[in-house]
């Protein structure tokens, strides 16, 4: 329990980071960039699988559409949504949206304890606040609503391949897996101009993408999300905003203000008393066994 908490609150503060490194390549192509990510990022999964002898899984029908369903909605869709929502009406609105994620994973872990349920929902007020609720635009709320549901596939599509797969599996092959499909996103909306030579700025930019944003808080999260499931896991997913707010702060790139230091407050209160509910019937159990 405890390697979960800690892998959960490592892998999406590190997904909040990429707000930030992601300025260092914004004159990249948008789309040839995440391209250029996710191969990057599948080659060094696929080797680290070859060097652990993890030997390629032939899956079931249901286990590859799941598979598939997880690239295309959690990978793909999710990043052209929120490059699109960012476009439309900035990028306070598709963060707002998204700081709703721990409420639906904890509807969706079943019937949630009464305490992770309340939880979820002073993480999603806290992420809300940390985010800043932008005015935004009907073409940028369907964008981001889209990004709603390509997050939330990312981790209850992920669920009944762990099993089998185990985290670094999944990472690896979903991520291969996407690489082909961005390639053909790209080439739709930035043609044969959709790769070319980073500068050393954009190169730094992406390699952190890749290796730290990618292929470490993708094998954090989805070993986390086997320890903990989809109700408790999703409580951490407040913590993307505040790992936005760090990294800006670190970079120079905007300081925190009152607003972002209440929200990430919020944000661990809320994970905070979810928590006490796992302790809770930890007790209890320890209690049954002993009586």
């Given at each position: 329990m405890r390697q979960g908490i800690v892998r959960a609150a490592s892998a999406m503060f590190l997904l909040g980071t990429l707000a930030g490194v992601s300025g260092l390549i914004g004159g990249y192509p948008i789309y040839g960039g995440q391209a250029v990510r996710y191969l990057v990022a599948a080659v060094i999964l696929l080797a680290i699988t070859r060097v652990l002898g993890l030997r390629f899984v032939r899956l079931t029908l249901r286990e590859?559409?799941?598979?598939?369903?997880?690239?295309?909605?959690?990978?793909?869709?999710?990043?052209?949504?929120?490059?699109?929502?960012?476009?439309?009406?900035?990028?306070?609105?598709?963060?707002?949206?998204l700081g709703t994620v721990p409420l639906w994973?904890?509807?969706?872990?079943?019937?949630?304890?009464?305490?992770?349920?309340?939880?979820?929902c002073v993480v999603v007020a806290g992420a809300t606040l940390a985010t800043g609720l932008g005015s935004g635009n009907l073409p940028g709320l369907l964008w981001?609503?889209?990004?709603?549901?390509?997050?939330?596939?990312?981790?209850?599509?992920?669920?009944?391949?762990?099993?089998?797969?185990?985290?670094?599996?999944?990472?690896?092959?979903?991520?291969a897996l996407a690489v082909p499909m961005l390639a053909l996103v790209g080439l739709a909306y930035e043609g044969p101009g959709m790769v070319r030579t980073?500068?050393?700025a954009e190169g730094l930019g992406l390699a952190y993408l890749a290796l730290v944003v990618t292929v470490g808080a993708f094998f954090l999260w989805y070993s986390a999300l086997s320890r903990l499931g989809p109700g408790l896991a999703g409580l951490f997913a407040g913590l993307i905003p505040v790992g936005a707010i760090v990294t800006g702060a670190v970079l120079g790139i905007a300081m925190p203000t009152a607003y972002d230091l209440l929200g990430a407050g919020l944000?661990?209160?809320g994970i905070t008393l979810g928590l006490t509910a796992v302790r809770s019937r930890t007790r209890a159990r320890a209690a049954v066994s002993e009586a």
């Open positions: 590859a559409l799941c598979l598939a369903g997880l690239t295309l909605f959690g990978l793909v869709i999710f990043n052209v949504c929120v490059i699109e929502s960012t476009n439309a009406s900035g990028p306070a609105l598709v963060g707002t949206i994973l904890a509807l969706a872990g079943g019937r949630p304890a009464p305490r992770v349920l309340i939880g979820a981001a609503l889209g990004a709603l549901v390509g997050e939330v596939c990312f981790s209850l599509l992920a669920i009944p391949l762990l099993p089998k797969l185990g985290a670094i599996r999944v990472s690896a092959y979903s991520t980073p500068t050393v944000v661990i209160a």
